[in-house]
């Protein structure tokens, strides 16, 4: 029955099991093909620093929960008394064209404006905040908005070194007002990253920081309604079989069951990622969603939001050549998937 193909399986097996079959059948396969989305919108980012342990490769699989990667440890740099503890938020602004940024480190009690979010376009001179005490120095776009604890540690000469700990890695116990630290003391351990979605890696050096992007990627079930299972076949198996919930019946010709030939039987297993011919690795198919013909807006990167034609489509680099007009001149450009969406 399709769309319980697995429900299917999983009776067969339990079936299986309980009445002690299992020396007349053996696997029981659902094919499937791995759906790789490139576009733009389905990409996740994940914004990591220059010092940052990068712990995937680019073009790598990951699955949600896989860590990505860990930011260094945070340690004292002089010994001294902790005099200061206060929330924080820090805001990172980056020019369009990625040459610079500043950082910015506003106390949660100002209030963030409203708009001030990643992802969103600011100007030189307008407020961070609603007390006005925090103005944007640079024309950009907020690439990093993120919680931390501002912890200030008076040193004996009178000196104060500030140290910001993003929240999720603070700890009470070892960072609290009153507190006398040693010199190279641990404050707190490094935040680590983990994908929150399946899907492929793309790491992009942005100069001032790196971004690891994931490319989102889904199962499809490449014969719908089917199930392919090996085993002995005669009258009893048959009727075995058959009679388990959400199977209907068998393929079959003149009322018989047909058999997978060899070579189909092979087909079944390389799809299934059992078994391989050259490469180790199933392979991934990719959809982009884009075709050549295609208007585009180009969302990231020197050339952000202009528009333009899709001319040629790249997809082992994941690429688009873009034809965009500029001073009145139709220019390609080349741009990846993540970094374009398609206007409807």
Request: hydrophobic share 35%; aromatic share 6%; charged share 35%.
């Amino acid at each position: 029955m399709a769309g319980f193909e697995q429900s299917a399986k999983e009776n067969l097996e339990t079936k299986i099991k309980s009445t002690g079959s299992d020396r007349f059948f053996g696997r029981i396969l659902i094919p499937e093909e791995t759906i790789l989305d490139a576009t733009s919108k389905s990409i996740k980012r994940y914004v990591v620093s220059l010092n940052a342990k990068i712990v995937v490769k680019n073009g790598s699989d990951v699955l949600k929960g896989d860590l990505l990667a860990e930011e260094p440890s945070i340690h004292a740099r002089h010994a001294g008394t902790i005099v200061n503890v206060r929330n924080y938020r820090k805001i990172l602004v980056e020019t369009i064209d990625r040459k610079y940024s500043k950082t910015y480190f506003l106390p949660e009690g100002s209030k963030l404006e409203s708009g001030i979010k990643i992802g969103a376009r600011i100007k030189q001179g307008m407020p961070l905040t609603k007390d006005f005490e925090y103005i944007c120095e640079l024309d950009g776009k907020i690439v990093e908005n993120e919680r931390v604890k501002r912890v200030e540690v008076q040193r004996e000469d009178g000196e104060i070194d500030i140290y910001h700990i993003p929240l999720e890695v603070f700890d009470v116990q070892k960072v609290s007002k009153g507190r006398k630290v040693k010199n190279g003391e641990l404050l707190a351990e490094g935040r680590k990253i983990h994908s929150d979605t399946n899907g492929r890696v793309e790491i992009v050096d942005l100069g001032t920081r790196k971004e690891i992007r994931i490319a989102k990627t889904h199962k499809r079930k490449l014969f719908p309604g089917y199930i392919f299972v090996e085993m002995m076949m005669n009258d009893e198996t048959w009727q075995f079989a058959k009679n388990v919930p959400n199977i209907i019946d068998f393929v079959s010709s003149g009322g018989q069951p047909l058999e997978l030939k060899p070579r189909e039987a092979r087909l079944i297993l390389r799809l299934a990622g059992l078994e391989t011919y050259e490469e180790k690795a199933k392979p991934v198919k990719v959809e982009f969603g884009f075709r050549v013909g295609d208007v585009v807006k180009i969302t990231s990167g020197p050339f952000e939001d202009f528009a333009g034609v899709v001319k040629e489509i790249d997809p082992e680099k994941q690429e688009l050549r873009v034809a965009v007009t500029i001073f009145g001149r139709e220019t390609p450009v080349t741009v990846k998937t993540s970094e374009v969406e398609r206007i409807e």
